[in-house]
């Protein structure tokens, strides 16, 4: 398995909903990432999670939360968003140590509409 | 303030001519630099890398030149196929750790016409 699997592929929610972005990889990565990218940008990152702990946060507003159950999992938890939060959310994981921490594997993305 | 620049927002070249897609950056720390592939509705895909030791790295049709001195990388692909048609991604990152905080630029949008 080669893969980095996001769901939903589409997600449309009011400004007080709380949904979840899910993202799962089988590949014995050991570092997870959430990357938020908007039209004609490139993909901006907001976590990193490296052996389920949480290892970057580029100061990303509270109403994103990531959590990390486990090596192969990784999710966005999303309450009380605004409608500019609305953006393609990729995932990604690398192997969590040099030099393949080098080389991000992604997910097709999770595309987000805030109403 | 970009770290990771690339100037050209689309470039388009003929069916197995050469492909020229240039990045240039601004931190000094940065010691190994990437380049993505995204078609519409993907996620985007490795392609090649190159660490700072090197000038030179190549992979088939595709090769990957960097100038420290001028802080700045380009892609060769050549010969051009209509498959490349898609977005470049130019990435960089500094140093090793478990995590990389890996900077991408803003993407060059290759169009391969016959």
């Known amino acids: 398995d080669t893969e980095v699997t996001q769901t939903p592929k589409h997600l449309v929610m009011g400004m007080t909903n709380k949904k979840s972005l899910k993202c799962e990889q089988h590949?014995?990565?050991?570092?997870m990432y959430w990357y938020k990218q908007k039209a004609k940008k490139p993909p901006e990152l907001m976590f990193v999670?490296?052996?389920?702990?949480?290892?970057i946060n580029e100061s990303v507003p509270s109403r994103f939360s990531p959590e990390c159950p486990n090596s192969s999992l990784l999710n966005l938890h999303l309450h009380a968003l605004q409608p500019e939060d609305s953006a393609l959310y990729l995932c990604?994981?690398?192997?969590?140590?040099?030099?393949?921490?080098?080389?991000?594997?992604f997910g097709a993305g999770s595309r987000l509409t805030v109403l | 303030d970009q770290q990771v620049k690339q100037n050209s927002p689309s470039l388009s070249v003929q069916e197995g001519r050469i492909s020229i897609l240039n990045c240039d950056y601004t931190?000094?720390?940065?010691?190994?630099f990437l380049w993505y592939k995204k078609y519409p509705a993907e996620g985007p895909t490795f392609l090649i890398s190159i660490s700072s030791i090197k000038d030179k790295n190549e992979d088939g049709r595709f090769t990957v030149f960097l100038n420290k001195s001028a802080k700045h990388l380009s892609l060769h692909i050549v010969p051009s196929q209509p498959g490349d048609s898609a977005v470049y991604f130019c990435?960089?990152?500094?140093?090793?750790?478990?995590?990389?905080?890996?900077?991408f630029g803003s993407g060059t949008r290759l169009s391969i016409r016959p």
């Open positions: 999670y490296s052996y389920e702990k949480l290892s």
């Open positions: 990604a994981s690398s192997l969590g140590r040099a030099p393949g921490a080098n080389v991000l594997t």
């Open positions: 590949m014995g990565h050991r570092a």
């Open positions: 931190n000094s720390m940065f010691d190994y």
């Open positions: 990435a960089a990152r500094s140093g090793y750790s478990s995590a990389s905080k890996i900077i």
